[in-house]
């Protein structure tokens, strides 16, 4: 049976993932919280930030800039878009 969570990004009943996607307490909180399609959107959004921000994500300043935007987006006010940030137009 799927593992079911009250989705914080759609705020509905959803599938959550199969297992935490970080083995520490927001990897729970997480696991506990955000659906499987939310993850997946995230996952697009943070490859954005990397691009827009040109960061390298095996330095440590990348990292805890990532996890205060995956923070933001899941349990805060939204992860912040670039300023210079221009959508790709929609086919």
Do not use: T
């Amino acid at each position: 049976m799927a593992h079911m969570v009250q989705c914080v990004k759609f705020g509905r009943q959803m599938e959550g993932l199969d297992e935490p996607p970080f083995d520490n307490e927001l990897g729970r909180k997480i696991y506990d919280n955000v659906s499987k399609q939310a993850w997946m959107q995230w996952g697009e959004h943070q490859k954005m930030l990397m691009n827009e921000y040109r960061l390298q994500p095996w330095k440590k300043e990348a990292q805890e800039f990532l996890a205060q935007q995956l923070q933001a987006y899941f349990f805060g006010e939204g992860s912040q878009l670039p300023a210079e940030y221009v959508p790709p137009p929609a086919h």
